[in-house]
């Protein structure tokens, strides 16, 4: 069954699916409370990209485009994207929809940052990330994996 990475819309459909995922949390709550109190319009924009198969969203991730004057990852300093909530329910792992995500968010061309789950960072080096140099003030409490486009590489690795 072909498949392919969509823009989620926010609706009330989308976050009943995001409840089968184990990430559900804070980001999803305020979107439901949006939804609720505002009414929003069923095609709203989400930061949401998931692959459906079937009926059934089998996979998600929640990206954000950053603006270069919070880059402290990459040289030269510019936008970067901001990859959260990388989740592919238990029943569909190992059939590729990880990775379509990933070459998803990888076609911006832009850098891309993530923080790796416990126990993920295979997952990422096989999908051409690495971990960046930690540095405390920056990445306290977090695990970040960066990928570099073309021309691009992490800051204060020269």
């Known amino acids: 069954m072909p498949t392919k990475v969509e823009p989620l819309l926010i609706n009330f459909r989308t976050l009943e699916e995001f409840k089968k995922f184990k990430a559900y949390g804070i980001q999803e709550l305020s979107m439901l409370e949006d939804l609720e109190n505002n009414m929003i319009e069923n095609n709203s924009e989400s930061p949401f990209y998931g692959i459906y198969y079937g009926d059934e969203l089998v996979a998600r991730m929640s990206l954000y485009r950053v603006n270069a004057k919070y880059d402290y990852y990459f040289e030269p300093q510019q936008d970067f994207l901001q990859l959260w909530k990388l989740e ?5 792992r190992n059939r590729g929809f990880g990775k379509q995500l990933v070459d998803f968010a990888k ?10 789950r416990i126990n993920s960072h295979g997952f990422w080096e096989k999908q051409g990330f690495q971990p960046a140099t930690y540095e405390l003030q920056r990445d306290f409490g977090e ?10 590489s992490e800051k204060g690795s020269e």
């Open 107 to 116: 076609s911006f061309n832009l850098p891309i940052k993530t923080n790796a």
């Open 88 to 92: 592919v329910l238990n029943s569909f």
């Open 143 to 152: 695990n970040p994996f960066i990928w570099l486009p073309e021309g691009v």
